[in-house]
């Protein structure tokens, strides 16, 4: 009860506050005012550049008109914030503010623009029905039956934004996508019925068709309808995640009967009825319940939530025990949401939910089973590894989630969790033993000692460094923009078109180093800037080859893994660097945050939500830096649990 | 063990056949020909292949304009058809400039002509050509359209979506086409296990009413379920029940239209056609039976993806296609053709011999690779001449020099004669710099569409 009082107090509040986020200063500060001084010191200044056409460093300022314009891309104005607090822009050759000038920019987006007011008010974002990605689907038809079948690849692959596929702006349905879909329907129930067996006993499709065929067989006709009939209703509310109504009930029972008429023996139509079921836009789409007459954010109906978990946790949709947990319970408070949500965390099927679908698109590695290794370099490399590099970043991240791990854990680690085959690898076969390393075994990952080898964690795992590589040579900027992108949160821009041509040879013939090359290039300085965030990185990690092995040694050549961060922390070789990474682990936290938030919604953020990152941060230090404290902490938000209706 | 005496997915494929066939037609022999009216002119079929990350254009270019003298070496493969070849020098693609992107907008708005967004939500301005012409004439065909592609693409960059670099084919400015990357499943959803028949165009285009049977009725209830549905949603909800409600209409189409394609109908519309069966047999042999039904090899799995879109066009079952070679900014490695490295990074050439070279051997892979499907089309007789003959399709890329990321001076061909007897052989230069979309909007007009303007387009160009 006493939430509401807080929603109907913020909703009084809803214009009051809105306007007060982006509220003009008072006459006292008219300096500080954007329409009436600061937007021309911008323009005089910065827009020079930062406009449409020229677009310097990716950033155009001019489009920003008014403070919500600001506000709106608020993470380039911060970007701007540091930029003038460095000294770093304008650059030296053009015009410069007065020391005053500078001071009320800076004291502009500090006041503006970092400092965002947190009250009650709930910002869930614009609702839109999501259609499943291939992998949800796969995931709700394997649940359903019991089996593991890959359908994925039986699916148009989904447009990716944000780095993820299960953005619901852009998660439409066409015409080959639905013919795929019934297509599947035909395959899934064929495949069930004609192996009935193959079907998990007690999963729904089971209950369905399995047991509904056994007593088919004793009932007399009518009876056997009747029986359809229930089995029917019960299948439908696990696969459309909510009770029917006595419409759809109706409905459903009335493709049975139908089917029927024609001559269909019950199970045909039963099979028919399946077919409806699967193709229904109910099954394929995520349709949340609207809240007629509500203008204010409301909390989402219970069914909703138990789905906005199962795919956030699981990738799936709830299985019939959530549906029934839905059933028994409120769900409306934060502590009994976190409740489920832990239990959820334990559960196995965490690996391909918030595993698989979240963790690896961050990192870029949901693919890596297509990148390519040049086989006449690296002649003794077995392709097979690819997917055990992969499986000990999944085992990694799934240990460290339930089993009170930090994100430092995430980052570097003393132990490994590998096969044999990647043990030997890493050069640590030892530990295996002779029996363990031959036969079937070698297949099963188990947690080792990693010793002085340099693994464990993401950062100098195998699949981040070949994932990174090119399939012949290592390539130190791609590593670099990396790192700089996926765990700083702050890649550099894309290159200016026309990029000037790395020379082969020195002036003096010689032929040149990679590193002398980069060098080289760096002496340009449009390249310049760009540069120095990644190349040094990337030579940190020049101790891995293509394929993520260690080396001492390239081309010949003692290899120089030390450098200098743009940020100023110098290194002298890849176990410096890694300590440098782990003192970077608050930054690396918040870009964590920032992308699990972002597919948890699966919505791109607002400024709106930086309060909520806060709060999860919040939440991650207090409960001791354990990254369950993060899902839990986003779960149990505001924004994860409420819904706003949809313009109609 | 099948208790059913016959299965459903049977019954599904064939009621329809079945039941709408005019009976006595059915069970005529063949050797209707004699009833059928004077052959009509085949339809004009149109294709957009689209290679990533430009190509070295030393070994792209032609020096005359007028009649090709000698293929420059990564073209060389097209001898055999180079009669229905139309080189076109001087396009360039302003759209696809993008804010110090060079490859995103390339492949995102190459089919589009309007500027992408800069966004990780991908907004290209506007429908691609080939969606446009398939909303146009492709309703007269089973499948209004195919958007193939070999690769599924990345996640995308420097706040970019992912999806610009993996699709060509947009629906319209916020949706792409979706890809087709396996060609088990291509086949299979285009001919349901059904060996297709060129479709007659002498024949009015059967009766619309669905034939009683259960699928029907299964079709029924979720598009009443959908409209019951989409009263109470959102705008954008609504308009997302209207694309489902479409995607329903298109699964019955396909069955509807697919049941007119019987043997009897085709007889005589056109050339008869004793391959097509054969040619069926022969893909579905190749079909890779078990794992994921796409081939390990690179080039086998593009001949089979270019094998079934020879076999749809020949069968009509689709008038219009795109393809894409690989994503843009792919990465690529070639190792089949002894190329290594990754395609992106080589073509970041830096003028380097080894890199320039490598990269004339993945272009003239992938011209190989086009020219044998050219070929395919040219050896199917069709009307006076050959089915290639009714082709026109567009090969190139949004980039020109990889290196540079220019979006001039783009390397682009035309194949096929569009119906309008083209001649070939040809090398058009430009005087002035004209936009890629004139292409388009001449391509759209030889397959019947009439269209004033397209993207940036001035005036169609003089291909003929």
């Known amino acids: ?648 | 063990m099948r208790n059913r005496p016959l299965s459903r997915r049977t019954l599904l494929r064939g009621t329809g056949a079945l039941l709408s066939l005019p009976l006595l037609e059915a069970m005529m022999p063949g050797g209707t020909r004699s009833l059928m009216a004077a052959p009509i002119k085949p339809p004009v079929r149109l294709g957009f292949f689209y290679v990533p990350n430009g190509v070295n254009m030393n070994d792209w270019r032609v020096a005359n304009a007028g009649v090709i003298g000698e293929l420059p070496k990564t073209l060389q493969p097209l001898a055999a058809v180079r009669d229905k070849i139309t080189l076109i020098s001087n396009l360039e693609a302003e759209h696809c400039e993008g804010h110090e992107a060079g490859h995103e907008p390339a492949g995102g708005g190459f089919l589009v002509g309007q500027r992408c967004k800069h966004s990780e939500e991908p907004e290209v301005g506007g429908t691609s050509i080939d969606q446009l012409v398939a909303r146009k004439i492709g309703l007269q065909t089973p499948i209004e359209s195919l958007t193939l592609g070999i690769d599924p693409g990345h996640g995308g960059d420097h706040g970019y979506s992912g999806t610009y670099l993996s699709h060509i084919s947009w629906r319209g400015k916020r949706t792409p086409a979706p890809l087709e990357l396996n060609p088990r499943l291509l086949f299979e959803r285009l001919y349901q296990g059904k060996t297709p028949a060129r479709r007659s165009l002498n024949e009015a285009s059967g009766n619309d009413d669905q034939p009683a049977s259960p699928h029907g009725s299964v079709l029924d209830y979720v598009l009443e379920d959908a409209r019951a549905l989409q009263t109470q949603l959102g705008y954008n909800d609504r308009q997302r029940m209207e694309d489902y409600i479409e995607g329903i209409r298109s699964v019955e189409r396909r069955v509807q239209k697919a049941s007119q394609d019987s043997r009897t109908h085709h007889e005589g519309s056109f050339d008869s056609d004793p391959e097509l069966d054969g040619f069926y047999r022969t893909i579905e042999g190749h079909l890779p039976k078990d794992g994921r039904g796409i081939p390990d090899k690179f080039s086998d799995h593009v001949d089979l993806m270019l094998d079934i879109l020879a076999l749809a066009y020949q069968a009509d079952t689709t008038r219009i296609s795109s393809f894409m070679f690989s994503y843009e900014k792919s990465g690529r490695a070639y190792k089949d053709i002894g190329v290594s490295g990754a395609h992106h990074s080589i073509s970041h050439h830096g003028k380097e011999e080894q890199n320039l070279n490598w990269l004339t051997d993945i272009n003239r892979h992938h011209i190989e690779l086009f020219s044998r499907f050219l070929q395919r089309l040219d050896a199917i007789p069709e009307g006076d001449g050959t089915l290639l003959d009714h082709c026109l399709f567009l090969y190139g890329s949004g980039i020109s020099d990889g290196n540079a990321h220019n979006h001039d001076d783009l390397p682009i061909l035309v194949a096929g004669r569009g119906g309008a007897n083209l001649p070939g052989n040809r090398h058009l230069v430009l005087p002035d710099k004209r936009p890629l979309c004139d292409v388009y909007l001449t391509m759209a007009q030889c397959a019947g569409v009439k269209l004033e303007s397209f993207g940036d387009s001035t005036s169609p160009l003089p291909l003929v």
């Open chain 1, 1 to 648: 009860m006493q939430r509401f009082s807080i929603i109907a107090l913020a909703t009084g509040l809803f214009l009051s506050s809105v306007t007060n986020v982006v509220a003009q200063p008072g006459r006292d500060k008219e300096e500080l005012s954007w329409d009436r001084n600061i937007n021309r010191l911008f323009s005089r200044y910065c827009n020079k550049c930062h406009n449409a056409d020229a677009f310097k460093g990716d950033v155009n300022l001019e489009q920003d008109k008014d403070l919500k314009m600001v506000l709106d891309h608020r993470d380039t104005w911060l970007k701007v914030g540091d930029q003038l607090e460095f000294g770093a822009m304008p650059p030296e050759n053009s015009r410069q503010p007065s020391a005053h000038e500078a001071e009320l920019m800076s004291q502009f987006i500090d006041t503006m623009v970092r400092k965002i007011e947190c009250n009650d008010l709930i910002r869930p974002g614009k609702p839109i029905s999501r259609r499943l990605n291939r992998y949800e689907y796969q995931n709700t038809i394997n649940a359903l039956s019991g089996w593991k079948v890959d359908w994925s690849e039986r699916i148009s692959p989904d447009p990716i934004a944000y780095g993820f596929d299960n953005i619901g702006e852009v998660m439409a349905l066409s015409d080959t996508q639905l013919q795929q879909f019934d297509d599947l329907a035909t395959e899934i129930i064929d495949r069930a019925f004609d192996n009935p067996t193959s079907l998990k006993v007690d999963s729904p499709l089971h209950q369905l068709i399995f047991e509904s065929n056994t007593e088919f067989a004793t009932l007399p006709v009518d009876q056997a309808d009747a029986l359809a009939s229930s089995r029917i209703e019960q299948f439908a509310s696990i696969a459309f995640r909510r009770p029917l109504t006595p419409e759809q009930s109706t409905g459903l029972t009335s493709v049975y009967l139908q089917a029927r008429r024609m001559e269909e023996t019950p199970r045909d139509a039963l099979a028919h009825t399946i077919h409806a079921i699967l193709i229904s836009p109910r099954f394929l789409f995520r349709i949340e319940k609207s809240q007629p007459d509500i203008d204010e954010p409301y909390l989402v109906d219970k069914y909703d939530l138990i789905s906005r978990l199962s795919f956030f946790l699981w990738a799936s949709a709830p299985d019939s025990k959530l549906m029934q947990y839905a059933a028994t319970h409120d769900l409306d408070s934060f502590e009994e949401v976190g409740q489920l949500a832990e239990i959820m965390i334990a559960d196995e099927r965490v690996r391909h939910g918030l595993v698989d679908r979240f963790f690896l698109q961050w990192l870029r590695l949901a693919d890596l089973e297509s990148h390519t290794v040049d086989t006449e370099i690296f002649a003794d490399f077995d392709n097979s590894l690819i997917g055990d590099m992969k499986q000990e970043v999944s085992e990694t991240i799934l240990q460290t989630i339930q089993n009170d791990g930090t994100v430092n854990d995430l980052l570097s680690s003393d132990s490994v969790y590998v096969t044999s085959r990647l043990a030997k690898f890493y050069g640590l076969q030892s530990q295996f033993s002779e029996s363990q390393q031959q036969s079937t075994s070698n297949l099963r990952v188990r947690k080792i000692d990693a010793g002085n080898s340099g693994r464990g964690g993401l950062l100098t795992s195998a699949a981040v460094l070949l994932a990174t590589a090119d399939p012949n040579r290592t390539n130190v900027p791609r590593r670099g923009n990396y790192v700089a992108g996926v765990f700083f949160g702050d890649p550099p821009p894309p290159p200016p078109p026309g990029v000037p041509e790395l020379e082969a040879e020195s002036e003096s013939g010689k032929s040149l180093t990679l590193r002398e090359k980069l060098e080289q290039h760096r002496a340009n300085p449009e390249c310049a800037s760009c540069h120095a965030k990644m190349d040094p990185i990337g030579f940190a990690l020049e101790n891995f080859d293509a394929v993520g092995r260690w080396r001492t040694h390239d081309n010949g050549k003692l290899i120089d893994a030390s450098g200098e961060l743009v940020t100023g922390e110098s290194f002298n070789d890849t176990a410096e660097f890694k300590q440098i990474v782990l003192d970077k682990s608050p930054q690396i936290t918040n870009q964590l945050v920032k992308q699990m938030l972002t597919y948890a919604l699966g919505r791109g953020l607002s400024y709106t939500d930086e309060c909520t990152i806060n709060s999860v941060l919040e939440a991650y230090k207090e409960n001791d830096q354990h990254l369950s404290a993060i899902v839990n902490a986003i779960v149990t938000s505001d924004v994860f649990r409420y819904r706003i209706n949809p313009e109609f």
